[in-house]
């Protein structure tokens, strides 16, 4: 067998391992949903570290107005803003904002979080923020914030107690506050240091990224029920019934007046965590998971997230220069440290003539022989393949998540007349000329929105899902009437906080409750300590 054979034969036998899923199946894409879904369905029941319901029993209704401080902190940034939102001039399920009409940053701040203050003790890291609030606050002419409120979205497990306070949990990206206050109340740290920087404003509302995505798409449009976050991780959150949770235990330490008034709640899916023995993988994606510090523990994310995508293709390059079939068998330089293909580099690679990737690739690694042709083809068409891949995994997983709810829309006992506008969005439309009901997927993250092709590629797979689901109705084949669309929602993280923060109004006593439950735990578990 020549050179040019082996390298074709090893080349076409990954790419059609990495597509044995393809939009050409639908009925393999469904029965892959469907074990999705069988996963699903007892997780929401049962378990502790996905499908978390938050403290959030309604969607903005555009009424949301005034001005609040809006914080969010990640793994490397903190961002502060004062946003003033306007009532909406429009009314009822149909309503559609443009962000820029309803929303105003009035000032805004970022700071890179750096590794010594990441390793401060946890009163003098909440003094670092909340010195940060006070000079957002003053440099927007509020003074010490008076009557304000302040939403938070924080980027790390939180075991949420109210709508306003959780129980902190493990933080990772170098963190070290969380080993000193494990289990206490986010929301005490947060105001206790705003006293002690002279402040008056009053924490009311906590989200973690995914929920402050969804929040912030649902007040432009209120046909938002499911968020994306695609960048460095993955994760999803999507609205449901609370009758969603009826069967498990996850409500019953919510007070008996919040389970009466709940009607639908906010979830935290964690969907990372699922896709075992349910996506198709390669032995490539086996090396990486290998080789991951968590065997195992988040599948979907090491199948389609910004961290992991482009040491996917990395892996196929070691392994093609190992059978002497890329670079003429030679590795290039920095390309055999784990992680040293950037994700960001694969959209260039996929999308730009070859001179242009002969160049990023040389800038990037040490050749002892320029890439040729044949090398660049083959690098472009592993590129293509792995992100096409992941994007059907993502679009998989929404419209499975989209399956969820809609089983649980419809077992749910006698709507209310708030829940009936919920389930419009749901239900089937009654007649082939209806047009089709459009489901806004609120999406931010690199991956989605900096890859030339990833967005284009996931709303293909979820046109594709949607249009070839069998529809229960009279028993007959057909064709659900809705429209999954991914739609980016800017600035989600600072504007998610701010609208939170005013939709708080209705859970003050609740929250209050919440916080006193959390800070008599907290008490009990520091005077153990002495």
Known sequence: MSPSQSSDLWLSDLLCKLSTLSLSDPIGLHSTSSALLATFRPALSSSNETFLPSYVTSLPNGSESGTAVALDLGGSTLRIAVIHLAPSTKAGPARQEKLEDVAQVVKRRSWHVSH???????????????????????????????????GVTWSFPVEQTSRASGKVQQMGKGYMQWHEI?????????????????????MTSLFNDTGATLLSHAYINPATRISLILGTGCNMAIHLPATAFSRGKKLRNRSHAWRRSAKGVLVNTEVSMFGTDIFPVTETDRVLDRQSLHPGYQPLEYLSS?????????????EGVSRGVLFGGLLPGRMEVNYGLDTSLLSDIESQPDEEVRRILIENFDFQNPPTAPDIAALRAIAIAIAQRAALYIALTIFTLW????????????????????????????????????????????????????????QEALNVLVQTSPSSENGRPGRLRQRLVLEHAAD?????????????????EEGKEGVSEVRRGASERLMSKL
Not at 306 to 318: M, S
Not at 496 to 506: E, L, Q
Request: with cysteine.
């Open 492 to 508: 989600s993280g600072l504007l998610g906080a701010a609208v939170g923060a005013m939709m708080a109004d209705g859970a003050a």
């Open 306 to 318: 910004g961290r992991y995508l482009g040491e996917i293709v990395r892996i196929a390059i070691v």
């Open 182 to 202: 494990q289990g206490t109340d986010l929301r005490s740290h947060f105001e206790d240091a705003i006293r002690r920087q002279g402040l008056t404003l009053t």
């Open 116 to 150: 010594e203050v990441k390793q401060l003790p946890a009163s003098d890291f909440f003094d670092w923020i909340a010195k940060r609030i006070g000079h957002v606050l003053r440099s927007a002419g509020k003074g010490t914030g008076e009557g304000m409120k302040l």
């Open 403 to 458: 399956r969820l709810r809609q089983e649980a829309v419809s077992s749910a006992p006698q709507p209310t007349t708030n829940e009936q506008d919920d389930q419009a969005q749901d239900t089937e439309a009654g007649s082939d000329t209806t047009p089709p009901t459009t489901i806004a997927v609120a999406f931010c993250g690199a991956v989605v929105e900096k890859h030339h092709s990833f967005r284009r590629q996931c």
